[in-house]
């Protein structure tokens, strides 16, 4: 099934498709442009004629694409540029005749909502304070054990804020000033932001992507991902302190900025800067999800796909675009979970490894898809780069060499590359973990569950394993034995299987 | 379609398990083990008890995973080793009652054939000697215009090599005279390879492929990829003449060689420098594909999958593989020839990048496999590491890079990585040709081949690309027009699109 959503913002239209197949989805498109609806609005309250035009030709391009490749559903949905527009019916009529889509106005609570399905089921975070900066509108929900206590919509993002404050080049004193009064002032107003004790505040919206960009590019951070990146908020301070002195044309050449967006970043930093002060947020967190994958969320969840952790769904997700043999991978997870349980005693490594484990485990083979040759290095290559959601960087690194170093010694990726990540431990961590994984790997190298569990027995210079099988497996146990030389520098004992 | 290809060979028995679908392949599982089963046999000219029991282990766990995973077809071969015993009949029954598998002993003919055909359909060489080396038996095919004008197949291998001779360890001098003059007799015998006009030799099998692995671990070479990895003669004199002094401890140390390969390596390279000298070979390939990729492509032919090019081939097979959207891809391909060939008095490039722009084109999408978002750079990854045949590693290379600059400026990926395979003015190519296989994606950005074509008119500041489409596509050409600026620094010429 392949599904096509809209979103016409107030700064950009963006259109994602997206392959569903048994609940799990693929986004395999991502088009954008830069239409600018709510330009103007502030003063005229109406949508110009201009940027109808432009928004039109943008719908007719992407329905193009749509009949191009086929979509079965179309979900389009408007925000408050659209919504307050008082010749909104003229846009909607022009887009539905000429265009062929019907578009589905939200209100600031639908739009809040989205935001929440979004965060809910694709980051490992039960409270947070969410924040969605538009270009006209910025939302705010209070989520609480992944339940959505509050919510709000204001009618300020980042075109009205710099129209209104005149934001696009150096800040004078009072100009701030007044910026931030009119911030606290809006903020003030709500009333539970006073109660929200959540000490994280999640980011969505393509100000507060740009931020956490202009971040990792300031500290050559390791990584190129968004989602789930982590901030501190002195981080946001700094940046707001630089980008506010400088003119149009400095920013423009900011790292990690886009040109098009840099005349209108500095409002949402203040914004953000201002909520983070206000409910003494101690964290950041950018989300890369937001209305559009909400929108995703809420599509499956009418199909009844329940999602109910981030992180197997995203396995889930990833192991079945991938095609990947799923009771291969499951009892490889099962054996590699117990020898880690057995051998805690000579590793000590808690349940905090709980979802590395996993995703080394069941993701170990997916870099097949790429070229079975050198699989181990294209494994580490996919789980980086997937895009799997509820792990934080840290885990998704560590997962990504274990499973890098499956069948072999040692994951050929040099670690240093990686050190603002990863502490000089966490190398013998992904040994550990690395040869625990390739023997695990070994004893089901038949892929037929022959070896069902495996008990360890802890002697002074040796550990025994006796394999719990269904028929003497001499080639799983002669495979797992290659690991004996670096199992015995990494546990300091003889390995044993039987 | 699944297929399992058993090959018990002297050294070791392998299995692959191969997905087929519309005539693509995709090797998903490889599996070895060591059984030497042509160990002994020099002597006693029959299989030994032992090494029949480990075949049979090793063919039983085979099995146990065909099962598992649900093949259609097995097709298992037995090669010199099994040929020449006088006990192979029990061997078989055995292994037809116990495993359950029909083993096909293959008389040497049909071993060069299968080699032959792995080659011809996996590297771009049209003239070649061909040589296999296994641990029993050597084959040896002509190769003049893709056809097969002579074969044959001697019984020397590395494990008999290794037993007639000692070559296990350091070699004296007397040991290494009688295994030259050996050498030298046995192929002097073959009257056809005096007519052997052929500058390249390809080399097929384990001992060859080791070559090539310690040949790029001591040159730092950039890639690890043994398929058409090209070496000079000379390069195998030196590491025959290396090894040959050094004791079997030494041997098992030396970077590339694997620790069960190292008694047996001598004979085979001694095999290959010799024939390289009798046949004034010039340049010596290493081929990836050999009897089971043979098995591959003939299992293909007799469903009528007639391989053309094995560029082509590959390119299908991984778009196949991928669901990369055709249409689109060949699109762009057209539009990026285009304007490759009406710049031409710009770039100055000639019709040797043919398969390059290829290559780029069509895959370039590809890396929305991994993730939509960063799929340039993934795109890069994956062409590099997919195994695709057909293309020097230069030109692998390059179409990685311009794929992997596709909607960027640049690709991201450190060129100085690779600065033994790329000039310094390869790094222009990269630019130049990035830079209109953007332009040319940006063309068909809707997908649906709205811009049929380009025409390109030249001035002294200008380059003026006038689109031809089934309506005007502003977005498609506004879409374009952001690589302007490196267009210019390219081309040195103002870009305009109408």
């Keep these: 099934m392949k599904l096509a959503i809209i979103d016409i913002g107030s700064n950009s239209i ?63 949905v408007a925000t408050e540029a659209v919504r307050k527009a008082s010749n909104k019916e003229i846009f909607l009529e022009a887009v539905r005749k000429k265009v062929g889509i019907d578009v589905r106005v939200l209100s600031g609570e639908e739009e809040a909502f989205f935001d929440f399905l979004a965060v809910k089921n694709s980051l490992p975070v039960s409270d947070a304070l969410i924040m969605d900066i538009g270009g006209s509108s910025t939302e705010l929900v209070y989520m609480q054990d992944k339940k959505m206590v509050e919510k709000v919509s204001l009618p300020l993002g980042s075109i009205n804020l710099a129209e209104r404050f005149d934001l696009s080049t150096e800040l004078k004193p009072e100009q701030e000033t007044a910026l931030k009064h009119f911030l606290f002032h809006q903020f003030s107003k709500i009333n539970w932001l006073a109660t ?9 919206g393509g100000t507060i992507r740009s931020l956490g960009k202009i971040d990792r590019a300031r500290k050559n951070y390791p990584l190129d991902i968004t989602h789930y990146y982590q901030m501190d908020p002195h981080d946001v301070q700094e940046i ?80 079945g675009n991938h095609n990947l043999n799923e009771k291969h991978g499951q009892r490889v997870y099962h054996l590699f979970r117990s020898l880690f349980d057995q051998l805690k005693p ?103 569950s022959t070896v069902q569990d495996v008990s360890c027995r802890m002697e002074d210079h040796t550990v025994t394993i006796k394999t719990m099988a269904t028929e003497t497996p001499y080639l799983e146990i002669n495979d797992a034995m290659q690991f004996k030389n670096i199992f015995a520098k990494v546990f300091g004992r003889d390995l044993r299987i039987i």
Excluded: W
């Design 240 to 319: 707001y302190q630089t980008v506010k002195r400088q003119s149009l044309v400095k920013r423009q050449k900011i790292k990690g900025l886009s040109k098009s967006r840099a005349d209108l970043f500095l409002g949402p930093v203040a914004a953000l800067s201002v909520i983070t002060e206000l409910c003494g947020i101690e964290e950041i967190v950018i989300s890369g999800s937001g209305l559009r994958e909400g929108l995703i969320f809420d599509h499956l969840a009418r199909q009844e796909k329940i999602i109910r952790d981030p992180l197997d769904y995203s396995i889930r997700n990833i192991a």
């Design 346 to 448: 000579l590793h000590h490594l808690g349940p905090e490894y709980g979802n590395i484990l996993k995703t080394a485990a069941l993701l170990h083979d997916c870099g097949i898809n790429i070229n079975y040759y050198g699989h181990p290095l294209h494994s580490f290559y996919m789980i980086l780069h997937s895009g799997i959601q509820g792990l934080t960087h840290r885990e998704l690194l560590i997962s990504a060499y274990i499973a890098g170093s499956h069948r072999k010694d040692e994951c050929k990726v040099d670690l240093s590359r990686y050190q603002q990540l990863l502490s000089s431990q966490d190398a013998l961590i992904i040994r550990t973990l690395g040869v625990l994984l390739s023997m695990a790997e070994s004893l089901d190298r038949n892929m037929s």
């Design 14 to 76: 963006r259109m994602i498709l997206v392959r569903m197949v048994d609940g799990c989805y693929k986004i395999y498109n991502d088009l954008k442009e830069s239409a600018r609806l709510g330009e103007g609005l502030e003063t005229t309250g109406q949508l110009g004629e201009e940027h109808m035009d432009r928004a039109l030709s943008t719908l007719k391009m992407f329905k193009r694409l749509i009949d191009a490749v086929g979509c079965d559903t179309i979900i389009a």
């Design 196 to 204: 929200c004790t959540a000490p994280v505040l999640v980011g969505i």
